[in-house]
């Protein structure tokens, strides 16, 4: 079965930077596409940023973060990572790393991922 944990959430600072991890495992990871989500409260689940598969030739950031996080992929080691930079109060919420699809173009809606993992907490303080 798949399984995905993230890490790497925490209490930081405006301003301050944070890399999340995700540990894929039960999956040939590097066949699919992947993807980061977040949720504030009261707010529904947002696409953050997606990777193609293998390579990760393609990437796709929402216009809120672009410019400040990168998402990239170790295929050695079955982990999708989320460098965030410039973190804002704006970018608090529970982050999730998803599985999509293996062909096609990159997905980038939470309906069209499949496996998801348990979430880590992001909090940015002002």
């Known amino acids: 079965q798949v399984q995905l944990v993230e890490s790497g959430g925490g209490l930081v600072q405006t301003g301050d930077s944070l890399r999340l991890s995700c540990a894929a495992s039960?999956?040939?990871?590097?066949?699919?596409?992947m993807g980061w989500f977040r949720q504030a409260p009261g707010k529904e689940r947002e696409s953050v940023a997606s990777i193609s598969r293998s390579g990760g030739s393609t990437t796709n950031f929402s216009d809120s973060v672009k410019g400040r996080f990168t998402i990239s992929r170790d295929n050695a080691k079955n982990t999708l990572y989320l460098q965030m930079n410039s973190l804002e109060p704006e970018d608090t919420g529970v982050y999730y790393c998803a599985v999509g699809s293996r062909w096609g173009r990159l997905p980038t809606q939470p309906h069209e991922y499949d496996y998801w993992g348990q979430g880590t907490q992001v909090t940015v303080s002002s």
């Open positions: 039960g999956l040939t990871f590097s066949n699919y596409h």
